[in-house]
């Protein structure tokens, strides 16, 4: 069984620049959860999906937004890169019966 | 505000002995308990997983669950250097959503 695949693996934006990260979840997972993580930080939440539908956010700013296809399959993007964007992005996906999460390899996004 | 609380660490133990780490949460719905592994500059992984009180064993690996006290802790037992790493706990909260602390960084001393 795939795991969690998330692409790109490293990426280099500039400020004021936007970007577009993609989270394939495992397959059946319905449920697919974006986290931000910078150096020595623990988890930040950013939001999860659920069948299409935001069912959880966590206190990001708009410039943060997600959505979910009808394959599970999410993407997440952030506007107006700013430097302290700068960070591992992780995707974590679950089964329909529970919240146990399964992470994705992230994505390390690098804003120069 | 749900909150999961864990020292931070760095807890360091020789190799060879028990490595016990711990968690405390403040939602007491809660209904289900983790604990990943997170090496530097990886993402986490799944070790172990707890519904109810008592202890769950997998390996060197034993989780403790005490509802009443809100108390979930981890033990490694022959502590190995590749268990040097960053130990997350999460709890389950009724939303679906989980709930992370900060995490405790283990060290084990050859």
């Known amino acids: 069984k795939a795991g969690v695949t998330q692409t790109p693996r490293y990426l280099i934006k500039t400020r004021g620049q936007q970007v577009t990260l993609s989270c394939s979840p495992i397959?059946?997972?319905?449920?697919v959860s974006w986290y931000q993580q910078t150096p020595g930080q623990g988890l930040q939440f950013l939001f999860e999906?659920?069948?299409?539908?935001?069912?959880n956010k966590g206190n990001f700013p708009g410039r943060f937004s997600g959505r979910q296809f009808s394959n599970s399959r999410s993407e997440m993007n952030v506007s107006t890169l700013e430097l302290g964007d700068s960070a591992l992005y992780l995707c974590?996906?679950?089964?329909?019966?529970?919240?146990?999460?399964?992470f994705g390899q992230g994505t390390r996004l690098t804003v120069v | 505000q749900k909150e999961v609380e864990q020292n931070s660490g760095p807890l360091s133990v020789p190799e060879g002995a028990i490595a016990s780490l711990n968690c405390t949460y403040s939602?007491?719905?809660?209904?289900?308990f983790f604990w990943y592994r997170q090496y530097s500059g990886k993402s986490p992984e799944l070790i172990m997983s707890?519904?109810s009180n008592g202890d769950k064993e997998d390996g060197r690996f034993t989780a403790q669950l005490n509802k009443a006290s809100q108390y979930v802790s981890l033990l490694i037992r022959d502590s190995q250097p590749s268990d040097s790493a960053t130990y997350l706990c999460?709890?389950?909260?009724?939303?679906?959503?989980?709930?992370w602390g900060a995490g405790t960084k283990l060290i084990i001393k050859p």
């Open positions: 974590a996906s679950s089964s329909i019966s529970s919240t146990e999460a399964f």
């Open positions: 397959s059946g997972h319905r449920s």
């Open positions: 999906y659920f069948s299409e539908t935001q069912r």
């Open positions: 939602d007491r719905v809660s209904q289900s």
């Open positions: 707890i519904y």
């Open positions: 999460a709890v389950g909260d009724s939303n679906y959503q989980l709930i």
